[in-house]
Nanobody, 116 residues
Framework: VQLVESGGGLVQPGGSLRLSCAAS????????MSWYRQAPGKEREWVAT????????NYADSVKGRFTISRDNAQNMVYLQMNSLKPEDTAVYYC??????????WGQGTRVTVSP
């Protein structure tokens, strides 16, 4: 199993980033996929989930209306489009299989820093 996140970086408040997650080693299309994040000094928290067919999505209240999760089952990829970024979105972002609990080994994550 391998989960490789990418696309993080430094962005100003109000800016946008698109994160990508490449998954391999498991039956990707059989699982809902989620994004999580861990801010400095805090526990990892769930951010968003997309179900197997990519139609239904769920979001944490803190990102609802600003973030969009999507997936490409043909490419075993999951994406997180992040708009209107705020300093409180600063964190390391991870993807994993499952809805609210990561079912696979965690990847290295991708760091997002929102700062003027």
């Amino acid at each position: 199993v391998q989960l490789v996140e990418s696309g993080g970086g430094l962005v100003q408040p109000g800016g946008s980033l698109r994160l990508s997650c490449a998954a391999s080693g498991f039956a990707f299309s059989s699982y809902p996929m989620s994004w999580y994040r861990q801010a400095p000094g805090k526990e990892r928290e769930w951010v968003a989930t997309v179900v197997n067919n990519g139609i239904t999505t769920n979001y944490a209240d803190s990102v609802k209306g600003r973030f969009t999760i999507s997936r490409d089952n043909a490419q075993n990829m999951v994406y997180l489009q992040m708009n209107s970024l705020k300093p409180e979105d600063t964190a390391v972002y991870y993807c994993n299989a499952g809805r609210r609990t990561g079912l696979k080994d965690w990847g290295q994550g991708t760091r997002v820093t929102v700062s003027p």
